[in-house]
């Protein structure tokens, strides 16, 4: 029997219109192969849950289509491979049918080059969702094919490799991400200064400590335990604009509480009434290596808006600092969160008309705890091994959330370009929506 020559189909048959079918229909195959393998398996799994999750209407029904066929990467890999190997190597054989073999390999090479590799994947990076969505089924249908081969070898690939998830940016890279998706960064991203600011902020507030937010003991305002409430006292207290002030006994450095200054409201400058006959309320006190995160979750419990910030000369690690009442036991500084919330609505709804100089110590109903007996219990005292720092508040936490200066009525900046004070009642006056009221 004499051998098949090479090329000895004729032109123009059936059997070349079938063979020549056959050739572009494994050419499309092979580049369908190529392209998926680049566009789906450059989706990654968290990507596709943010899209359905919440991406555009016509994104979340597209991730929800190719999700089930990503979720095994391994498996979907091994098979879109074998397909392609398929193709291409079934390629030549039927080449070589029709054209000398010289030709089949020139042809198949430049049909393989353009249609089953370039173009396929070029699409394929740029409409990777649509072409994903579109072909979920057909790849479906693959994947039961091919099943029994792929299967086997994506088994040895998680072992090998493990399951392929996609690692989810660290805190660093989630920073720089954001700010690429701000509009001043010109990418493209719709995210306004402001937003990007307060991202970034809430990602770098769980390495900043109180030490950081906090304002030094040699530059905070508080008042002599044994000071009185004259007017000179009840002015400087008015200026500073604070709604709490700390209480200090003998040594500014020993704060044992604070006082509220709308409880100073009805006091008569001229009977100089002695701060310790006020309500002098607890201040809890937190380490300077305290995280803010931990500070503003106390702040949010309604125990204080203010703490004293303290150094451990012993290095000892610890998040409640206990103070002695007069009966020797422990009392934690940190209040129950339903307890100051009724005293702070209390202490709201009552009006000092006047405070007279036989003004006696003043407990809150279901808050006994929270108030200091500084008339009938020994006044407390810092631990020997703790030095006090500075204070933190609540806006001083804020400010390092949002990354920017909180100015009230009451402050005074300094523009360090002109080298001049501003007043930020002046600035009121140019704000939209506020009028001033002229004295009839």
């Known amino acids: 029997m004499a051998e098949h020559s090479h090329g000895d189909i004729p032109c123009c048959g059936t059997k070349f219109s079938v063979y020549l079918v056959i050739i572009v229909g494994l050419v499309v195959f092979a580049g369908l192969m190529a392209g998926l393998t680049l566009g789906l398996m450059s989706l990654g799994l968290v990507d596709l849950e943010v899209l359905i999750k919440s991406g555009r209407p016509q994104d979340r029904i597209h991730a929800a289509k190719i999700f089930p066929v990503v979720k095994n990467q391994h498996l979907l890999l091994c098979t879109l491979l074998i397909g392609n190997s398929l193709a291409m190597e079934a390629l030549p054989i039927f080449l070589d049918k029709l054209v000398p073999p010289w030709a089949a390999i020139l042809i198949s090479v430049t049909l393989i080059l353009m249609f089953g590799e370039i173009l396929p994947q070029a699409m394929c990076t740029r409409y990777g969702l649509v072409v994903g969505a579109t072909m979920a089924p057909f790849v479906q249908v693959l994947l039961w094919i091919f099943y029994p081969v792929s299967y086997p070898i994506s088994k ?30 010109g ?30 003991i040699s530059k905070a305002f508080s008042l002599d335990l044994d000071a009185n409430l004259n007017l000179d006292t009840l ?4 200026s500073m604009g604070h709604s709490r002030v700390p209480v200090y006994y003998q040594n500014p450095m020993n704060i044992i509480g604070l006082v509220l200054v709308k409880n100073l409201l009805g006091v008569d400058p001229d009977e100089g009434v002695p701060l310790r006959k006020m309500t002098i309320r607890k201040i809890p006190r937190v380490p300077e290596s305290m995280p803010l995160y931990d500070i503003l979750n106390e702040f949010q419990k309604g125990h ?28 934690a500084v940190q209040l129950q969160g339903n307890n100051a919330l009724a005293v702070a609505k209390n202490e709201g709804g009552q009006l000092l008309k006047k405070v007279t100089g036989s003004t006696t110590f003043k407990r809150h109903r279901g808050c006994s705890f929270c108030i200091l007996d500084v008339e009938n219990a020994p006044v407390p005292e810092l631990p020997s091994n703790q030095v006090v720092v500075g204070v933190i ?9 949002l990354k920017e200066e909180i100015l009230d009525e009451t402050d005074e900046y300094v523009n360090i370009h002109n080298r001049i004070k501003i007043n930020m009642n002046a600035s009121h006056e140019t704000l939209p929506g506020i009028t001033s009221v002229q004295p009839s």
């Open 304 to 331: 204080s808006h203010i703490a004293v910030v303290y150094k451990d000369l012993n290095q000892m690690k610890g998040r409640t600092v206990n103070e002695r009442d007069s009966s020797g036991t422990g009392v």
């Open 235 to 238: 002015n400087a207290v008015m």
């Open 187 to 216: 990418k493209g991203g719709d995210l306004t200064h402001d937003e990007t600011t307060i991202i970034t902020g809430a990602l770098e507030l769980t390495e900043k400590t109180a030490k950081d937010a906090m304002t030094q």
């Open 156 to 185: 040895v690939l998680d072992w090998m490799l493990g399951q392929g998830r996609t690692a989810l940016l660290r805190r660093a890279e989630l920073k720089t991400f954001v700010n690429f998706h701000g509009n001043e960064a």
């Open 393 to 401: 508040t609540m806006e001083d936490v804020i400010e390092e959330l």
